[in-house]
């Protein structure tokens, strides 16, 4: 899918979840905090800011279904405890150089 289908299929996802709720583009801009064009634009399929999305989806009851879109790591309990102090803080990445030939 493109951007532009992605954020169309957001958009259509964010007014589907607000019409279930049966709220109003305003009641829903109060409750997010956010301004009425804010969900004007994502219902529309126009990009927005990820503090924004988050706040309509807080407001909506959907902010639990982030971890849906990207899930944390399921370790057990015993595994963090072996893992503690080894988190990775960064990642390696791969030399340009081996890539440039």
Same mark, same amino acid.
């Given at each position: 899918?493109?951007? %532009?289908?992605?954020?169309?299929? $957001?958009? #259509? ?5 607000? @019409?279930? !709720? ?28 990820? %503090?924004?999305?988050?706040?309509? $989806?807080? #407001? ?5 279904? @982030?971890? !849906? ?33």
């Amino acid at each position: 899918m493109s951007d %532009k289908a992605i954020l169309e299929e $957001l958009g #259509a996802r964010v007014q589907y979840r607000r @019409l279930v !709720l049966n709220i109003s583009q305003l009641e829903l801009s109060v409750k997010a905090g956010v301004a009425r064009k804010v969900i004007q634009n994502i219902e529309s399929g126009h990009s927005c800011t990820v %503090k924004g999305l988050v706040r309509i $989806l807080r #407001a909506l009851g959907a902010i639990d279904e @982030l971890d !849906l879109l990207l899930p944390g790591e399921a370790s057990s309990p015993l595994e963090l405890a072996k893992m503690k102090g080894r988190e990775r803080k960064r990642a390696s990445g791969h030399r340009m150089e081996h890539k440039i030939k």
